[in-house]
């Protein structure tokens, strides 16, 4: 990693007894689009409230380019931020809000006309700059957000789940517009969501926060691919989950034991397990193939229910322990006609299975 | 003819409307409309027929004074009010709602509390000898009375009293509607809370503004018990004025045209807050 633009040292903040954020440690480096991912009221909000200064944590640091933020009040830590609810001043117009921070900088008239009018062409919105927000569309007030946050070509730009508060359909044409913009101004965002997909999407890395802890932080491939815990390999993507029996490990392939007495090998061992220890065996929807490969473990199921879901079929199995699992084979078009309710095999690759503690 | 077909379909309605609202246009007409005519029509003919009652005010000098006396205290009162009524509108605003709601129903009772008795109260404490003064003198404060009643202060400070709730209602429906992140904005935009204060939170609280200091304005310039108690004779006001000239100079005349202007200019300036709030809604629903 680069040296560290943005450092977070051992980040603190209790609400009384509650402690919503436990010594969270983080180095960003400058340009890195990092997302803190994870479910509401695991502190990644408060985290990126503490950064932008309003709420004071109770312990800890946030440092830029080595620099304590902390004695330094928000309207003068220079950051950026879109938040979640759209915040446009409404009595000012589109291009007044735009050119309000630089308003407030006192910066020359002219500076503000050019900067104003590069920073609605950015977000394309060159041609609303005279209506008022409450004229604008929920995708377009949040893209004048995102232009006046970008005025004062801020260090870093923080944003606070922005696209919650918007359609499915506008959500993903925004978080193109959101990749764009990071492309062309190099500008480092933090950005904060409880939707794995966007955080998949957008990200360099991901943190991803649990109880004011970060879980594992990565690249999206990383948590995916490598999940550290349980906990990440249920919240990133969609995973099964197995009860096993742990036998043996050799050189970090795992050997288990099945519920139903089968017996499964070479599997991804997260730690080190106790001969007999009750496990849990991860297995991804995707993983799971209706035809036979080599090196392939099978499991013993019977299919309830095939749905088609466009780009792929979703078929609900139970094992023979009566566990429900999702299974969305990747495999070739003629083998997934295959699948029609009854008893058959499926089969998996064990490299791409994890296990974890029960 | 697209005028034509509307009224077509209009008439047939008006009738049987009309013929509903009959009693509520005769209690109008009586209590409302007919004693404001007989007030002009006494302005014009007592004791003589003509204008010469509008002349006398207008042009003598001590009426004048009055007048000039009447909007200077109603505009001080305003002015006062307002700055007093918005922080704690602010305060109210922001705060959680069931203290906010506890709050509320203590300035309500307030307004319900006999405004003599309030302002009887306040005489207690301003008078020369009164709380206020005792409290300060002891502290060793001040030497001698501060002149707190008999003049514009003693009047000031009982009507802002009276009006504040006026205000702040006004003000806390107003204030409630902006959204707090919006001054979270503000601030990580570079804003001081000077800056956000004058650039956002004013120009959103101006509607709350003008309704509620309109009403206060227009009461003050009415207010008869609280300046007659309060305020000394060197700043009367129109509405002790009219009472003096009713009650003790019999002049009906001339009352009535000075209670006429004054209604003149109530109107006025009620019109004005109408097209001012009209106008901004239009600007936010646009």
């Known amino acids: 990693m680069t040296q560290a633009f943005l450092s977070i040292r051992k980040l603190r903040k209790a609400f009384g007894a509650f402690t919503a954020v436990h010594d969270v440690t983080l180095d960003i480096p400058k340009g890195e689009f990092l997302t803190f991912l994870g479910p509401s009221g695991s502190g990644k909000s408060t985290t990126l409230y503490a950064i932008a200064g309003f709420q004071d944590p109770t312990s800890g640091d946030v440092l830029l380019q080595d620099k304590s933020l902390l004695s330094v009040p928000s309207h003068k830590r220079n950051i950026g931020m879109v938040f979640q609810r759209y915040t446009l001043f409404p009595h000012l117009s589109v291009a007044e809000n735009v050119a309000f921070p630089l308003r407030v900088r006192r910066r020359p008239e002219a500076e503000v006309k050019r900067k104003v009018a590069d920073m609605l062409s950015l977000v394309r919105l060159e041609n609303f700059a005279e209506r008022l927000p409450a004229a604008l569309s929920g995708g377009q007030q949040q893209r004048v957000a995102l232009a006046r946050a970008l005025a004062y070509d801020p260090p870093i730009l923080l944003m606070d789940e922005p696209l919650s508060a918007l359609d499915k359909k506008l959500r993903e044409e925004i978080q193109a517009e959101i990749r764009r913009i990071h492309r062309e101004t190099g500008v480092t965002i933090l950005y904060v969501t409880h939707d794995q997909e966007e955080a998949l999407h957008l990200s360099d890395r991901i943190a991803l926060f649990r109880d004011g802890r970060i879980e594992q932080i990565g690249t999206g491939e990383d948590l995916y691919l490598r999940p550290a815990t349980d906990f990440v390999a249920g919240f990133i993507g969609n995973s099964n989950f197995l009860a096993t029996e742990h036998l043996e490990t050799i050189d970090g392939a795992a050997t288990v034991r099945l519920a139903d007495g089968s017996l499964v090998s070479g599997i991804n061992a997260n730690g080190s397990f106790q001969r007999g220890q009750k496990t849990r065996l991860m297995i991804r929807p995707e993983a799971f193939r209706l035809d036979q490969s080599p090196n392939g473990a099978e499991l013993a199921v019977e299919i309830v229910d095939v749905a088609f879901y466009g780009e792929r079929r979703r078929i609900v199995a139970r094992t023979s322990a009566g566990q429900e699992i999702d299974i969305r084979p990747t495999s070739s078009a003629a083998a997934t006609h295959e699948a029609s309710p009854g008893r058959r095999q499926v089969f998996f690759d064990p490299g791409g299975a994890f296990l974890f503690p029960a | ?286």
Do not use: H
């Open chain 2, 1 to 286: 003819m697209s005028v034509e077909a509307q009224q077509g379909i209009a008439t047939p309605r008006i009738p049987a409307g009309l013929g509903g609202l009959l009693p509520a246009l005769i209690l109008i007409g009586l209590f409302f409309v007919v004693p404001v005519l007989a007030l002009l029509l006494r302005s014009v003919t007592d004791p003589a027929p003509g204008l010469q009652n509008y002349a006398a005010l207008l042009g003598d000098g001590t009426y004048a004074r009055v007048f000039f006396n009447t909007f200077l205290v109603a505009a001080v009162v305003t002015i006062v009010t307002v700055l007093v009524a918005f922080p704690v509108a602010w305060m109210l605003a922001i705060m959680p709602a069931a203290l906010a709601s506890i709050l509320f129903g203590i300035i309500i009772l307030s307004m319900w509390t006999n405004l003599l008795t309030r302002t009887y109260a306040w005489m207690v404490l301003l008078q020369r000898t009164g709380v206020i003064n005792r409290a300060l003198m002891g502290a060793g404060i001040i030497d001698q009375p501060l002149p707190l009643i008999n003049n514009l202060t003693g009047v000031t400070i009982g009507m802002v009293y009276i009006m504040l709730p006026f205000m702040i209602l006004p003000l806390v429906g107003t204030l409630r509607a902006i959204d707090p992140m919006t001054l979270r904005a503000a601030a990580l935009c570079g804003a001081s809370p000077l800056a956000a204060f004058r650039r956002i939170l004013l120009p959103l609280s101006l509607p709350g503004i003008a309704a509620g200091g309109l009403m206060v304005f227009v009461m003050s310039l009415g207010y008869f018990v609280t300046p007659a108690l309060l305020g000394g004779t060197s700043n009367m006001m129109l509405a002790e004025m009219i009472a003096q000239m009713i009650q003790s100079l019999l002049n009906w005349g001339l009352g009535s045209a000075a209670a006429f202007i004054l209604l003149v200019v109530t109107m006025a300036l009620y019109a004005l807050q109408l097209r001012l709030v009209g106008s901004k809604r239009a600007v936010g629903g646009a």
